[in-house]
């Protein structure tokens, strides 16, 4: 997720509330009052733990020199006290917010009144922790031209391996109230240097630009990489220190941010003060930014099924909809033709009705289906043909108004769907032992027990019966709850709260009931579950599918340096999954890396692709 820095354009300076409920140093009850200034500085305000000693009250004559300004988004600047004092935890920077455009420069040498506040980036609730800062400031330029204190190199020798200490039980799980210790811990090592002016050298680029001009880059090259350049999230104690967000200080209009993917190279020197914002938490704001050199990152394509072999591939479109323009469309049609090898089966997320995110109670999208499989005749693929349920209006989440689902894609020449009428929103599809003891569904396509508040605002997954060459093949199409919720990495709990997973877990369950109910009646059934899992290899959802050994996830056959699907915030992890039943022994998994790496993409996903024998 992006930044918060280009989004928003106003930032509250002073989060009383926060003092109020006790989540920050200091009391509602201090607010206002002044300390004893005569001589504060910039390091006292810091203090050695995450939160100013001196919250809340007003300061006067707090001297530093201007080491960046910020004229869009949270608008204010940067000052540095040249004479740090001698304890590496207290920081010798400070953000001033001005909330209008500053009318310092880099370099002025400035006195500053104002009020030592702790904003909470993204509020109280999302988790985060606080940024210290003077607002309502008062400033005076002493003098200009000054030089900008030298600054601190980031590197992979400053930052330690050791991500995190434990939250204090006594306070939440909160650790803002301990003391930092920035040669033990990364996050700690961050802190103490907020708002400080800091540089990076020539370092990898591990998430590519986004729509909101920034990019992440790792200071440790050799921390969990992939052969592409990326860094990978391998566990919940992985959490890859090196990683560090990178914005500019110039305005996009007067200089665009450069364009960078995965594996290329921020050449130079990136230097500027160390920000904290909601989208990333510690953030270089580059006064000067290094030039990106490409590494010729290249898009992956499959390979094609044998004659007897089924491929089976999952993608997220990204809420695909008929006013989406036609090179949306065009573009995911060659990459299922191309990159993908034109699966027989394609189960994909996220698509919407027929009017997208307009709001007026439409929910069938056989416009968005046929739009998209006439694109894909056109790239050169096969006429696949399609099978959905429309969900009832606004009741499965996602964009308002856009109704997304999942639908399945199907090449007739290779593969037949087995239609079995009276599937819809709210019936569920059933298994029945059929003819020989094969197991079979009673709705197909058909949802899996719809009416479980497991899938209560969210998707509810499709089920659908297939053959090939003779043999069944059952096929669930998924997309479990989003990670909405989830308190951040970076965030003042540690470990953070991770909210969002009790209802994937209950999904998950639902799921491997139904497997179950497949496999009891035909053990050697080969069962498909797949889509967008919003969920990790190693998390307790993966665990909820597998129970029981119903399933086996199918990433975990690739070395554990391309378990990926996605990129998120540096990180390269596991969404998108697809599962096995056991009767599937042998097969061949791929996930394609078309889009998650790169600064141009036509969805934020890879698509995952499984072939195998039936």
């Known amino acids: 997720m992006p930044s918060s820095i280009p989004r928003s354009a106003a930032v509250a300076a002073v989060v009383t509330a926060a003092l109020a409920a006790g989540l920050l140093a200091g009391s509602s009850a201090s607010a206002e009052t002044t300390a004893d200034t005569a001589a504060v500085r910039v390091h006292d305000i810091q203090g050695t733990t995450r939160t100013s000693p001196l919250v809340g009250q007003q300061v006067t004559g707090v001297t530093g020199i201007v080491t960046g300004v910020r004229t869009y988004g949270s608008r204010g600047f940067w000052i540095q006290d040249p004479q740090a004092d001698d304890n590496p935890a207290t920081s010798e920077g400070l953000f001033v917010f001005t909330s209008s455009v500053p009318t310092v420069a880099v370099g002025d040498a400035v006195s500053v009144n104002g009020t030592v506040g702790e904003y909470v980036p993204g509020g109280l609730n999302s988790g985060n922790q606080s940024m210290t800062q003077l607002s309502k400031p008062t400033v005076t330029v002493i003098s200009s031209g000054n030089p900008v204190p030298a600054p601190v190199t980031i590197s992979a020798w400053s930052v330690p391996s050791a991500y995190t200490p434990e939250g204090d039980p006594a306070a939440g799980g909160s650790i803002n109230g301990l003391t930092l210790e920035p040669k033990r811990y990364a996050l700690d090592y961050y802190e103490s240097l907020e708002g400080s002016n800091v540089r990076v050298g020539s370092s990898r680029v591990v998430g590519a630009t986004d729509p909101y001009s920034e990019l992440w880059v790792t200071v440790k090259p050799w921390e969990n990489p992939n052969w592409r350049g990326g860094t990978v999230y391998g566990s919940y104690t992985s959490q890859n220190t090196g990683r ?362 890879d698509p995952q692709v499984l072939r195998f024998r039936p």
């Not at 469309?329 to 997208?356: C, H, R, T, W, Y």
């Open 244 to 605: 560090l967000q990178i914005q500019s200080l110039t305005p996009i209009a007067q200089q665009p941010f450069p364009k960078a993917n995965v594996g290329d190279v921020l050449s130079g020197t990136t230097e500027g003060p160390l920000d904290f914002n909601q989208f990333g938490g510690y953030t270089l704001t580059a006064r000067t930014l290094g030039t990106v050199v490409d590494r010729g990152l290249e898009r992956e394509t499959t390979d094609k099924q044998h004659r007897n072999e089924l491929a089976v591939a999952t993608y997220n479109v990204e809420n695909l909809d008929p006013s989406d323009p036609q090179e949306k469309f065009d573009a995911l049609a060659s990459a299922v033709v191309k990159n993908l090898a034109s699966p027989d089966i394609l189960a994909l997320e996220e698509i919407q009705d027929n009017n997208g995110a307009k709001n007026d109670g439409t929910v069938v999208a056989d416009q968005t289906l046929k739009k998209f499989t006439d694109a894909i005749v056109a790239a050169g693929g096969p006429a696949y043909e399609w099978r959905s349920i429309d969900p009832e209006n606004n009741k499965d989440g996602g964009e308002p108004g856009g109704n997304i689902r999942q639908a399945f894609l199907f090449n007739p020449e290779r593969v037949s769907f087995t239609d079995r009428a009276g599937g819809d929103a709210a019936t569920a599809t059933d298994v029945v032992r059929a003819a020989k003891g094969r197991a079979a569904l009673t709705l197909s396509p058909g949802r899996i027990d719809p009416a479980n508040t497991a899938w209560e605002a969210s998707r509810k997954p499709l089920a659908g019966e297939f053959t090939f060459r003779g043999r069944t093949v059952f096929v669930v199409a998924n997309h479990f709850g989003s990670k909405g919720g989830d308190e951040s990495l970076v965030g003042h709990r540690q470990p953070p709260n991770r909210s969002s997973e009790a209802k994937r877990l209950l999904q998950a369950q639902a799921v491997n009931a139904f497997v179950k109910d497949v496999l009891a009646i035909e053990k050697d059934a080969d069962v498909l579950v797949l889509g967008d899992i919003n969920d990790f290899e190693f998390s307790e959802t993966t665990k909820a599918l597998t129970e029981g050994g119903a399933l086996y996830p199918a990433v975990k056959a690739l070395p554990r340096s391309e378990r990926y699907s996605y990129v998120y915030q540096g990180n390269s992890q596991v969404l998108d999954q697809i599962l096995t039943s056991p009767g599937i022994r042998h097969f061949e998994y791929d996930s394609v890396h078309i889009n998650a790496e790169f600064a141009d993409q036509n969805s934020d996903h």
